[in-house]
């Protein structure tokens, strides 16, 4: 894998969980104060640091076959679960993702919180479990890839850059990344995961893929082609159950 595919990838799919993350921490900030919010941050990170120093290092003592086993079977996971997802919105048939109402949501919850003393725990609490939940996603993906091609540095690099992109964006424009076009990204993101996720788990097993990694564009364009059927036939279905209905914008993640 190459060093451009491997941050490209890591900074796609780092980026659509930073757009989430930043979403919740928003919220939280602009209608409960930043400082317990930013402390949340501040401690997630932290804990995802640690994680990371911890599972790393780690890794690297991992048979490379059983490494590539596991890490195909998670990458097909997260892969798979992207990708069905993007699908059934794509179709018509799940709400789609819509950060201006989740931002809408979470701040009205948090306006009606109550405060005890100068500590804000609501405000810690949402951040916190909001950097934490999307930063696992994050960290799995960035070890996987980073481990695999053995260019930890350069996973890291992609997703550290997702995240100083999308944060600096956020906190210029002080709302929800909301024109960002994250069902398409992550429809992007599951096939890419999906792809590599096959790839490695076939060399683990002991497949030898025609030509290498020349067979990774052909299974891209496979799983692209399944996925793009899987659409046409599901928007069919729910037209012939559904023929007026249109798809509408909901909080769903």
């Given at each position: 894998?190459?060093?451009?595919?491997?941050?490209?990838?890591?900074?796609?799919?780092?980026?659509?969980?930073?757009?989430?993350?930043?979403?919740?921490?928003?919220?939280?900030?602009?209608?409960?104060?930043?400082?317990?919010?930013?402390?949340?941050?501040?401690?997630?990170?932290?804990?995802?640091?640690?994680?990371?120093?911890?599972?790393?290092?780690?890794?690297?003592?991992?048979?490379?076959?059983?490494?590539?086993?596991?890490?195909?079977?998670?990458?097909?996971?997260?892969?798979?679960?992207?990708?069905?997802?993007?699908?059934?919105?794509?179709?018509?048939?799940?709400?789609?993702?819509?950060?201006?109402?989740?931002?809408?949501?979470?701040?009205?919850?948090?306006?009606?919180?109550?405060?005890?003393?100068?500590?804000?725990?609501?405000?810690?609490?949402?951040?916190?479990?909001?950097?934490?939940?999307?930063?696992?996603?994050?960290?799995?993906?960035?070890?996987?890839?980073?481990?695999?091609?053995?260019?930890?540095?350069?996973?890291?690099?992609?997703?550290?850059?997702?995240?100083?992109?999308?944060?600096?964006?956020?906190?210029?424009?002080?709302?929800?990344?909301?024109?960002?076009?994250?069902?398409?990204?992550?429809?992007?993101?599951?096939?890419?995961?999906?792809?590599?996720?096959?790839?490695?788990?076939?060399?683990g097993a002991g497949v030898h893929w025609p030509g290498?990694?020349?067979?990774?564009?052909?299974?891209?364009?496979?799983?692209?082609?399944?996925?793009?059927?899987?659409?046409?036939?599901?928007?069919?279905?729910v037209a012939a159950q559904l023929p007026r209905a249109?798809?509408?914008?909901?909080?769903?993640?």
């Amino acid at each position: 894998m190459n060093g451009f595919a491997l941050v490209l990838t890591t900074f796609l799919a780092s980026g659509v969980e930073a757009v989430e993350a930043l979403t919740i921490v928003l919220a939280a900030g602009l209608t409960r104060g930043w400082r317990s919010t930013v402390t949340g941050v501040v401690a997630a990170t932290a804990a995802l640091a640690v994680l990371i120093a911890a599972l790393g290092p780690a890794l690297t003592a991992i048979p490379l076959s059983v490494l590539r086993v596991g890490v195909g079977g998670l990458l097909l996971a997260f892969g798979l679960q992207w990708l069905r997802k993007a699908v059934l919105r794509a179709a018509g048939a799940k709400a789609l993702h819509d950060e201006e109402a989740i931002f809408a949501r979470e701040a009205e919850a948090a306006r009606t919180a109550p405060v005890a003393g100068g500590f804000d725990g609501y405000a810690f609490t949402l951040a916190f479990k909001g950097v934490l939940l999307e930063g696992l996603e994050v960290v799995f993906i960035v070890l996987s890839f980073g481990a695999n091609a053995h260019r930890m540095l350069l996973a890291v690099a992609g997703a550290a850059g997702a995240v100083v992109v999308t944060v600096a964006a956020g906190f210029a424009l002080h709302r929800p990344l909301a024109r960002v076009p994250e069902n398409t990204t992550k429809f992007v993101v599951g096939l890419m995961l999906t792809t590599f996720g096959t790839f490695w788990g076939g060399e683990g097993a002991g497949v030898h893929w025609p030509g290498s990694d020349a067979a990774l564009p052909v299974l891209l364009a496979v799983y692209a082609a399944v996925a793009g059927a899987a659409i046409a036939l599901t928007r069919r279905a729910v037209a012939a159950q559904l023929p007026r209905a249109l798809p509408t914008r909901v909080v769903a993640s």
